[in-house]
């Protein structure tokens, strides 16, 4: 079965820091992989999506990720975090024998100190 | 502008009862879902449809109904026999080629 997995449910980063949030994924297929993050009570926003090609995807916010088809993982990356980055992100997978359907992630919180 | 609206964005109900939470797009996607968020559990998808007049099940349909007579609408009901219907619904959609999904803000239904 196809899986997703985030192994940190909790971030503490400082304003200015680096970011890194882990995804590891489980799947038979050349999978499609996204990034979403949740403020708190909204809607899932999409940062970013990788298909093919580069496996170094730059999204929104500053956000990039990269693809390692060896490790199975698409971890999300932000140099310099700014105190509007406390969220939830999730990290997401699909591929065509799904069709349109993704699996999610259990999701990373943020939190950035001052 | 595009996008998708849920309605309310809080709801309260009490047990026994049926309720129903809105689902409308205007970006024309033929695709649309519905999920379940609960605390530590990311999301879990409950009904899906790729076109008007048929839906499949997700992972966790039971107790949840859906209809979709129309591209723009896809409405879910949660009914009485949902066990645990305490929590936060999130509704997206996708066009049938590209895999990506556009969320709505959501609905917390607490059921008492």
């Known amino acids: 079965a196809q899986s997703v997995t985030q192994p940190d449910i909790h971030i503490t980063v400082s304003e200015g820091a680096s970011l890194e949030l882990r995804c590891n994924y489980s799947?038979?297929?050349?999978?499609?992989l996204f990034w979403y993050v949740q403020s708190p009570g909204q809607g899932l926003q999409l940062l970013l999506k990788?298909?093919?090609?580069?496996?170094l995807v730059q999204g929104i916010k500053g956000f990039e990720a990269e693809f390692k088809r060896s490790q199975s993982s698409f971890n999300l990356r932000k140099p310099s975090v700014h105190w509007s980055d406390a969220a939830e992100y999730f990290c997401?997978?699909?591929?065509?024998?799904?069709?349109?359907?993704?699996?999610f992630g259990g999701g990373t919180r943020v939190l950035v100190k001052p | 502008d595009g996008g998708i609206t849920q309605s309310p964005k809080y709801l309260f109900r009490k047990e026994g009862q049926n309720v129903t939470l809105s689902c409308e797009q205007n970006?024309?996607?033929?695709?649309m879902y519905w999920y379940r968020q609960d605390p530590g559990q990311g999301l879990r998808l409950i009904y899906y449809?790729?076109?008007?007049?048929?839906?499949q099940k997700g992972d966790i349909a039971e107790g949840y109904s859906v209809s979709r007579e129309k591209k723009e609408s896809f409405p879910l009901t949660v009914t009485s026999a949902q066990k645990n219907p305490t929590a936060f619904y999130l509704c997206?959609?996708?066009?049938?080629?590209?895999?990506?999904?556009?969320f709505g803000p959501g609905t917390r239904l607490t059921v008492t």
């Open positions: 990788y298909f093919s090609g580069d496996t």
């Open positions: 799947y038979g297929a050349t999978p499609y």
């Open positions: 997401a997978v699909g591929d065509e024998a799904a069709g349109n359907k993704l699996t």
């Open positions: 449809s790729q076109i008007v007049n048929d839906f």
């Open positions: 970006l024309n996607h033929d695709a």
């Open positions: 997206a959609s996708s066009t049938q080629v590209a895999y990506e999904q556009y």
